[in-house]
């Protein structure tokens, strides 16, 4: 092969594939110096240099007595090596070129299309290669077909192989806030901050949100004019509510705003036990406990505190039903499928075909 002919074959495949130069010619030196190798069979040190500016290609020997030049006049055998080690270069240099693009990408949001299933487990393709959407990252009730465009949070990247692997989530609880990211310049500016969230993908997220510029209201900016900013996030999680509330470094504060669209009468703490019981009217008792007990557990998760709710009737009485009502106790530290992280919210947001709290 002349040096002119090489050239025009690493150019290609750089701009082909956006392999860097360098890698590709170091991949051929060693394919070369393979085969050779396996030609001639020297117990010598060998080198093989190719003039980058040229492309003429140049084997040689150290011995004792100086260089020795080898022709590279490789027969079958060694040439076919040589072909095979030159593949799995390109190969290699093609996986790190895409690996150095997506990593960027990681713990950010990626958009692709819907290109097959495989079992459970969706595959995304991303252009230059492919996202996996593994079922247990996907939120329960959405349902995709291919060809339809699909986002979602890189959770994981890595070299696999001569691949790279992208595993993806819709259920992280990151991918919500990501997605306020995206739609709110202040939060992406850092005006904004998300200081608690938490998630149960599919069906509610409460966000918890401060702002660092006292010009700035943390829940309008999120909110938007007219709600245009939320109802884009509300749109891509298809139906889940979400409730933006207010961070406070106070306790009690952060419990009553953790609780809405709940109203509290009162908050009486055991910090010894990290446990606080809630007080609220008869008519805000299942507004304050959520289907199954989902605002109150979500409450909890958010504060780090075990949340009782009862009415000040209960309270004051000493009522003891509801030690028999689990549904009326969020325990911080319970294990639950979460899907993302939280934010306290003033307001709660949803769309009407979403699903009842």
């Not at 011995?63 to 022709?71: A, L, N, R, W």
């Not at 325990?331 to 307001?347: P, V």
């Amino acid at each position: 092969m002349e040096g002119s002919e090489l050239l025009r074959i690493v150019d290609a495949i750089h701009r082909e594939k956006d392999i860097d130069k360098e890698a590709l010619f170091e991949g051929i030196e060693t394919a070369l110096l393979t085969a050779a190798r396996k030609q001639y069979g020297t117990t010598g040190e060998i080198f093989v240099a190719i003039d980058r500016k040229t492309g003429d290609m140049r084997a040689f020997e150290e011995t004792p007595d100086g260089q020795v030049t080898i022709p590279l006049d490789l027969g079958r055998i060694a040439a076919q090596t040589a072909k095979q080690v030159i593949i799995q270069r390109i190969r290699e240099a093609e996986r790190d070129s895409i690996y150095n693009e997506y990593v960027k990408h990681l713990h950010q949001i990626l958009t692709g299309t819907v290109q097959r299933y495989e079992g459970g487990t969706i595959i995304v393709n991303l252009g230059k290669t492919e996202g996996i959407l593994p079922k247990s990252e996907q939120v329960r009730g959405e349902d995709y077909r291919v060809g339809d465009r699909v986002r979602a949070f890189v959770l994981d990247l890595k070299k696999a192989g001569q691949k790279v692997k992208i595993i993806m989530s819709r259920t992280h609880p990151e991918f919500v806030a990501k997605l306020f990211a995206l739609e709110v310049p202040e939060m992406a500016e850092g005006f904004i901050v998300v200081r608690g969230l938490v998630r149960e993908a599919g069906y509610k997220t409460k966000m918890a949100v401060a702002s660092t510029d006292g010009k700035i209201d943390a829940i309008g900016a999120c909110v938007g004019v007219r709600g245009t900013r939320i109802k884009n996030v509300l749109d891509e999680l298809k139906g889940e509510k979400v409730d933006v509330i207010r961070w406070s470094d106070s306790t009690e504060e952060l419990i009553a705003n953790a609780l809405k669209p709940a109203q509290v009468n009162f908050i009486t703490l055991d910090s010894e036990n990290m446990r606080a019981k809630v007080a609220v009217d008869d008519d805000q008792l299942s507004l304050a406990i959520g289907r199954r007990g989902q605002n109150v557990r979500l409450a909890a998760k958010l504060c780090k505190w075990d949340i009782s709710i009862m009415t000040e009737t209960e309270l004051e009485s000493g009522s003891r039903d509801i030690e028999e009502s689990p549904d009326r106790i969020g325990r911080f530290d319970d294990d639950m499928e979460l899907g993302g992280a939280g934010l306290t919210g003033a307001e709660t947001f949803d769309d009407p075909e979403s699903k009842e709290s």
